[in-house]
């Protein structure tokens, strides 16, 4: 696949053997393409989207407390959305989106369809049941920030390695204990 946006195409070869251009591809679970983010966080909404129908006699158990349901489809649910979302790049259709999807899933929670028009209701109840919560596009937003901040701190640490100048240990925090320091001679 190439980062391109004037048609421009390399022939690249393997053993003599050309290989393919691609638009997109899916690499460890999530999808690689040349539009961006956006065809990701689809299939992801699509993904939980199906996993929140597979539950749906959780939902709508009636025995089954609120707030466990809600930490239900935390760990179930959303888990599968989440996903490798620090690489994303969210733009405001992309949010838009998320925000519809957390909507959707926590309507199936109260058992309110979207007929009823009562989304302040919704959040309300859901605040109500387990306390004030971020909602998911701030989640993603955390997150991104989070894996930033792990790059860019280590980034140093990183480059200094591959170019020969540590040679072993450590340079910042605790010194690695040694486990024959503490044998008695």
Same mark, same amino acid.
């Given at each position: ?18 290989? =393919? ?25 699509? @993904? ?44 405001? =259709?992309?949010?838009?989106?998320? @925000? ?26 859901? @605040? @109500? ?50 486990? =024959? ?5």
């Amino acid at each position: 696949m190439t980062n391109n946006t004037n048609g421009f195409s390399t022939d690249i070869r393997v053993n003599g053997e050309k290989l =393919d251009c691609v638009n997109r591809f899916k690499y460890l679970g999530a999808i690689i393409a040349d539009e961006g983010s956006k065809p990701e966080i689809l299939a992801r909404i699509a @993904q939980t989207t199906a996993a929140l129908a597979k539950l749906k006699t959780i939902w709508n158990d009636r025995n089954i407390a609120l707030s466990s349901k809600i930490r239900l489809m935390r760990s179930l649910v959303m888990s599968i959305f989440l996903y490798a979302c620090e690489s994303w790049t969210l733009t405001a =259709d992309t949010e838009r989106r998320i @925000q519809a999807m957390e909507m959707r899933c926590i309507r199936k929670l109260h058992g309110i369809t979207y007929r009823d028009h009562i989304s302040t209701e919704v959040r309300n109840r859901t @605040q @109500q049941a387990i306390g004030p919560h971020e909602d998911l596009s701030t989640t993603v937003k955390g997150r991104k920030l989070k894996w930033y901040g792990h790059i860019t701190r280590y980034s140093g640490l990183a480059k200094t390695i591959l170019h020969g100048t540590v040679q072993g240990g450590r340079r910042r925090g605790r010194q690695k204990k040694r486990w =024959d320091d503490n044998i008695p001679e």
